[in-house]
């Protein structure tokens, strides 16, 4: 490790003057110019398989990008990481999801003890929940078979359980139905609860710190629509509410019975908490085995992470290639383009993962970060996005990273629609890349019919540049196991970025202004009272109270 700030870092620089020789190049020319370039370029971890071989970069840069991730102390990190070292300093916590996935009955020493006891408690009584609530036995307060759930968390307690629950949940047909709802605004309960009878619902309530305000507010009006609803005492709040939390006192005042506690603990952050019991949705809806699995998977990939020769470890080398188009070719974004429903969750979640994690400018030692850090991470369905942003991918001149997650053996029953699905994916890939230069644009305008000032005319619209970078993650078909790795993939992915750009992986400062701003207005909009705000809040202020009134 050394003290240099990560742009002061030989290799830093090095890559800066690599970039300028390399820019120029089109993927085409390096395809051409290098037979071996896609077996150079890729490799296969966990069942997954990951082409990089379209992206603008050589057996020098992956070199030079190596190195950095030498320099900037990736590895040393990596191991504090898994030895549970303090690694989120101005948390004063450790980061040890990957305990969360570690196998039964062997120890996970740490700093704060052996944690793996707790945690196979933990696995143990989220079985058991799982199980009772699939197969009809956890019953409600007038003994009648809970067949409703209704999920209430936001953030890191959301995004991964409804991701995951999305994209298992045809692995374990059966058990109650499963509603998610996150945000304070009211219609997401009201919808949620429109579908629900009081007698056979169950709320849980995932929230680690059981005090975050929308979760809070959502769990409040559950309970007061359970109590009003079911006709039932305060008691029965006992029967029809879980909490996943680290804040098992809190969990308890609002009248949670302490085996329906199940915990968290400071050592997991948020965004990091699917393998936990945060995981419970994705147990019910597919069943503990399949979430054991996915603890597999995850397993695996961290077990990779930890072993895996940089030059030859997936996560190393996407973040790298991710600090690679974020800071030597100024790449604001990049985009997640599943080419499975399933993962449909999954940008959401990834935008959480990464911009939760790396969006800051401020160095681990508090020191204000003079380059770029985290870029904007967006995405969609991919198929669906090729007839909506995709015209910006192709032709909108922006550098743009792509990560393609493609499954190739189908599966959905259909089998042109399989076909269908894989031939888009690696098309786009392909057509992103390679492009299409203005003599074959004339030609194939030509081809068309086209001649003359007609094809001069539509001539500059139908040229691509290509050379637009994306990975493509291709796996047979969508199993827990693989979901597990992907997640971790993504995980320590992330992380190896943060150390490169020496920022703390693991806090999220940015959040908390807002919170209490918003709770001042709150007060302020129940009082009717004015505070001291901006023209443009108090003024929005006032206008929206117009409105109320009007309403
Ligand atoms: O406000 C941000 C945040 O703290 C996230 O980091 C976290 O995932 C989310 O809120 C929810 O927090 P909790 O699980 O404590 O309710």
């Known amino acids: 490790m050394t003290n240099l700030a990560p742009n002061q870092l030989p290799a830093w620089q090095a890559l800066q003057a690599h970039q300028t020789r390399i820019a120029p190049l089109h993927m085409r020319e390096l395809f051409a110019g290098d037979e071996k370039r896609f077996r150079r370029f890729s490799m296969q971890a966990c069942d997954l398989f990951l082409d990089y071989s379209k992206n603008r970069i050589t057996t020098d840069t992956m070199a030079l990008l190596v190195e950095l991730a030498q320099r900037s102390g990736v590895e040393a990190w990596r191991d504090r990481m898994f030895a549970g070292d303090v690694v989120n300093a101005s948390e004063h916590r450790a980061a040890l999801h990957v305990a969360l996935r570690a196998p039964g009955g062997?120890?996970?020493?740490?700093?704060?003890?052996?944690?793996?006891?707790?945690?196979?408690?933990?696995?143990?009584?989220?079985?058991?929940?799982?199980?009772?609530?699939?197969?009809?036995?956890?019953?409600?307060?007038?003994?009648?078979?809970?067949?409703?759930?209704?999920?209430?968390?936001?953030?890191?307690?959301?995004?991964?359980?409804?991701?995951?629950?999305?994209?298992?949940?045809?692995?374990?047909?059966?058990?109650?139905?499963?509603?998610?709802?996150?945000?304070?605004?009211?219609?997401?309960?009201?919808?949620?609860?429109?579908?629900?009878?009081?007698?056979?619902?169950?709320f849980i309530v995932a929230s680690k710190s059981f005090s975050t305000a929308e979760t809070m507010a959502n769990a409040a009006s559950a309970r007061a629509w359970l109590l009003e609803r079911g006709g039932f005492p305060a008691a029965a709040v006992g029967d029809h509410f879980i909490a996943v939390t680290a804040n098992a006192d809190g969990a308890r005042d609002f009248g949670i019975l302490d085996d329906n506690i199940l915990p968290l603990w400071d050592w997991v952050g948020g965004r990091f908490s699917l393998c936990s019991c945060v995981g419970l949705p994705v147990a019910i809806a597919a069943g503990m085995d399949a979430f054991d699995q996915l603890l597999a998977g995850a397993h695996d990939m961290d077990q990779h992470f930890l072993n895996a020769p940089l030059a030859e470890n997936m996560p190393v080398v996407l973040g790298l290639l991710g600090v690679w188009y974020r800071n030597f070719f100024a790449a604001a974004s990049r985009v997640v383009l599943p080419y499975d429903l399933r993962l449909g969750g999954f940008p959401a979640y990834l935008q959480q993962l990464e911009m939760e994690s790396a969006g800051k400018k401020v160095g681990r030692d508090g020191e204000s970060l003079e380059f770029d850090t985290c870029p904007v991470v967006w995405g969609g369905s991919g198929n669906d996005a090729q007839h909506s942003f995709f015209q910006l991918l192709h032709q909108g001149g922006a550098l743009v990273p792509c990560d393609f997650l493609v499954p190739a053996g189908g599966g959905s029953g259909l089998s042109e629609h399989d076909d269908g699905l894989l031939a888009n994916a690696l098309a786009q890939a392909q057509a992103l890349m390679v492009g299409r230069d203005a003599d074959e644009t004339r030609a194939h305008l030509a081809g068309q019919g086209l001649s003359g000032e007609g094809l001069q005319a539509l001539l500059p619209h139908c040229v691509f540049t290509g050379n637009q970078p994306s990975n493509t993650l291709l796996y047979a078909s969508l199993t827990p196991r693989r979901l597990g790795a992907l997640i971790a993939l993504y995980e320590h992915r992330i992380f190896v970025q943060c150390v490169c750009w020496g920022v703390n992986a693991f806090d999220q400062w940015g959040v908390e202004l807002g919170k209490g701003l918003a709770r001042r207005l709150q007060t302020e909009l129940a009082d009717g009272t004015g505070g001291d705000h901006d023209g443009s809040t108090a003024g929005l202020l006032a206008h929206a109270r117009r409105l109320r009134r009007n309403r």
């Open 106 to 202: 062997q120890p996970f020493p740490a700093p704060v003890g052996d944690v793996m006891p707790a945690v196979a408690a933990a696995r143990r009584r989220m079985g058991e929940v799982s199980e009772a609530l699939r197969q009809g036995r956890w019953t409600g307060h007038s003994g009648k078979t809970i067949t409703h759930i209704v999920h209430m968390g936001i953030g890191g307690s959301h995004l991964g359980p409804e991701m995951g629950t999305r994209a298992l949940v045809a692995t374990g047909a059966g058990g109650p139905a499963l509603a998610f709802v996150s945000s304070v605004d009211g219609a997401g309960l009201s919808a949620a609860l429109a579908q629900a009878r009081a007698e056979t619902t169950l």
